[in-house]
């Protein structure tokens, strides 16, 4: 029996559920520390923690409980190097477990876990639309002559003006609208940070994500709007999440990957409260009308 995209989906589906829902995944989020260059007590972990380089921070346990970094246990100070794509290293002591993050490598701050979390407990599952093939388009990547670092606007306002890297511009059609898109590397794959015509009263507000992967020669990638995810910050709002920029702004609803997350209470979370200002859809503009810069 061949495995058809309906099957695929639903297994992402499966293995999405599954990430969030882990010893240090998403729902577990429950504090976050700056990390300064003065030495500062972690309560939930047992250790001292204060800037080294941008390459991570220093940690030194305070008690005789076991501290380990990727399940090797430390005994004096030792660095804890920045977060990795594939979420190590992780600092960890009983029931807790800490990442050291930095959206640039200017600021850091311990981001704690928590296998008891709230969140875990309550969680019910992740509404996801049934899969659309019309959701899955061909793009073109207009690269940048050179690198570009991009001011961002992020869910904690503090985190505001934090820079990403922008290859080029992202051009699709979908829905019959046509749109030159920003989007930032990140491990390799480009993340479009996006908003359509049903962000805010079917799907997770302020928007979603999309990993895609990197061009061919020529520029094409392939786009799936079905894998469109909940960012972090729909499950914890501990974290800190990019918020799409005006030119990533759809007007027409795509209505294809994660809406929401749903809760046991019932609840399905359609917005994050810190964003203190609401969306504004610019006009959508088609094939025949031209393209939105």
């Given at each position: 029996m061949s495995v058809t995209e309906e099957d695929l989906h639903l297994e992402w589906q499966l293995q999405r559920a599954l990430s969030v829902s882990g010893p240090a995944g998403n729902l577990a989020l429950v504090s976050y520390q700056p990390v300064s260059e003065t030495p500062t007590a972690c309560e939930q972990l047992g250790v001292e923690v204060w800037r080294?380089?941008?390459?991570?921070?220093?940690?030194?346990?305070?008690?005789?409980?076991?501290?380990?970094?990727?399940?090797?246990?430390?005994?004096?100070?030792?660095?804890?190097?920045?977060?990795?794509?594939?979420?190590?290293?992780l600092l960890a002591s009983g029931r807790y477990?800490?990442?050291?993050?930095?959206?640039?490598?200017?600021?850091?701050?311990?981001?704690i876990y928590d296998t008891e979390a709230p969140n875990l407990t309550a969680f019910s599952g992740i509404d996801t639309w049934p899969y659309d093939p019309a959701l899955a388009v061909r793009g073109h990547l207009q690269a940048h002559p050179g690198e570009e670092f991009v001011p961002w606007t992020f869910t904690r306002e503090a985190d505001t003006g934090h820079t990403k890297r922008v290859p080029g511009i992202l051009t699709v059609e979908v829905q019959g609208e046509v749109r030159d898109l920003v989007v930032f590397l990140d491990s390799g794959?480009?993340?479009?940070?996006?908003?359509?015509?049903?962000?805010?009263?079917?799907?997770?507000?302020?928007?979603?994500?999309?990993?895609?992967?990197?061009?061919?020669?020529?520029?094409?990638?392939?786009?799936?709007?079905?894998?469109?995810?909940?960012?972090?910050?729909?499950?914890?709002?501990?974290?800190?999440?990019?918020?799409?920029?005006?030119?990533?702004?759809?007007?027409?609803?795509?209505?294809?990957?994660?809406?929401?997350?749903?809760?046991?209470?019932?609840?399905?979370?359609?917005?994050?409260?810190?964003?203190?200002?609401?969306?504004?859809?610019s006009t959508p503009a088609t094939k025949d009308e031209g393209r939105q810069p």
């Open positions: 080294a380089s941008e390459d991570g921070v220093w940690v030194l346990p305070l008690s005789e409980q076991a501290v380990s970094i990727d399940g090797s246990e430390i005994v004096g100070k030792s660095m804890l190097t920045r977060l990795q794509s594939d979420g190590k290293p477990s800490a990442d050291a993050f930095s959206l640039g490598g200017t600021d850091f701050e311990l981001r794959a480009l993340v479009l940070v996006f908003a359509d015509g049903a962000t805010g009263s079917e799907s997770y507000a302020p928007g979603r994500f999309l990993r895609i992967d990197p061009p061919s020669a020529e520029g094409f990638v392939d786009v799936d709007f079905n894998r469109a995810f909940v960012p972090p910050c729909g499950f914890s709002y501990f974290y800190s999440c990019p918020i799409p920029p005006p030119a990533n702004r759809f007007s027409v609803p795509i209505r294809g990957g994660e809406r929401a997350v749903v809760w046991k209470d019932g609840r399905t979370h359609l917005r994050i409260e810190q964003v203190d200002s609401p969306l504004v859809f």
